[in-house]
T-cell receptor, first 110, second 114 residues
Framework: LAKTTQPISMDSYEGQEVNITCSHNNIATNDYITWYQQFPSQGPRFIIQGYKTKVTNEVASLFIPADRKSSTLSLPRVSLSDTAVYYC???????????FGSGTQLTVLP | GAVVSQHPSRVICKSGTSVKIECRSLDFQATTMFWYRQFPKQSLMLMAT?????????EQGVEKDKFLINHASLTLSTLTVTSAHPEDSSFYIC??????????FGPGTRLTVL
């Protein structure tokens, strides 16, 4: 399973765009990149998933360079309620279990 | 999106007792469910894979006789923590896999063993 590396924590202010980068140097050809959000005492919530280039949905964008060894989750105009832990996961095509790394604690300040 | 529920949401028990946690997929059938454990300020750790109609697969270091898993139907998996001790106090989270391999997580169960 490909290992991921993320910053442990990030601070931002309301209304700013936040970019969280994840490194996954050993990503395999079949792997997708998935980001989850987790609030305290809740289960993780799916944010976005991508394979290459750029993916955008109603809550975030995911940028993946051509070599796919990293990815960046972009949250536009964050609010206080976006304070959470964000996990980057790389899915191994042969295993369905999700392996969670340490995650990034995002704190949005007023 | 799909909904997965857990019951109870929190439970407090005495040391030595057993606690059962239920995980239900409410609007889809899940042949596979996963159980995770999360200690404070730490990430989720996979404990076991629950397969409907067959034995669960446990991760290394997880005692199968202590954490009993039963996947009785396509919408229900249960995790029983037997003879619970204070060190078993944790946040237990399940996820259910839909036919396209997409996973949906439950809200978690906070277990406190006194």
């Amino acid at each position: 399973l490909a290992k991921t590396t993320q910053p442990i924590s990030m601070d931002s202010y309301e209304g700013q765009e936040v970019n969280i980068t994840c490194s996954h140097n050993n990503i395999a050809t079949n792997d997708y990149i998935t980001w989850y959000q987790q609030f305290p005492s809740q289960g993780p919530r799916f944010i976005i998933q991508g394979y290459k280039t750029k993916v955008t949905n109603e809550v975030a964008s995911l940028f993946i360079p051509a070599d796919r060894k990293s990815s960046t989750l972009s949250l536009p105009r964050v609010s206080l309620s976006d304070t959470a832990v964000y996990y980057c996961l790389v899915g191994d095509g042969s295993a369905r279990q999700l392996t969670f790394g340490s995650g990034t604690q995002l704190t949005v300040l007023p | 999106g799909a909904v997965v529920s857990q019951h109870p949401s929190r439970v407090i028990c005495k040391s030595g007792t057993s606690v059962k946690i239920e995980c239900r997929s409410l609007d889809f059938q899940a042949t596979t469910m996963f159980w995770y454990r999360q200690f404070p300020k730490q990430s989720l750790m996979l404990m076991a894979t629950s397969n409907e109609g067959s034995k669960a697969t446990y991760e290394q270091g997880v005692e199968k006789d202590k954490f009993l898993i039963n996947h009785a139907s396509l919408t229900l998996s249960t995790l029983t923590v037997t003879s619970a001790h204070p060190e078993d106090s944790s946040f237990y989270i399940c996820s259910a896999e839909r036919e396209n391999n997409e996973q949906f997580f439950g809200p978690g169960t906070r277990l406190t063993v006194l």
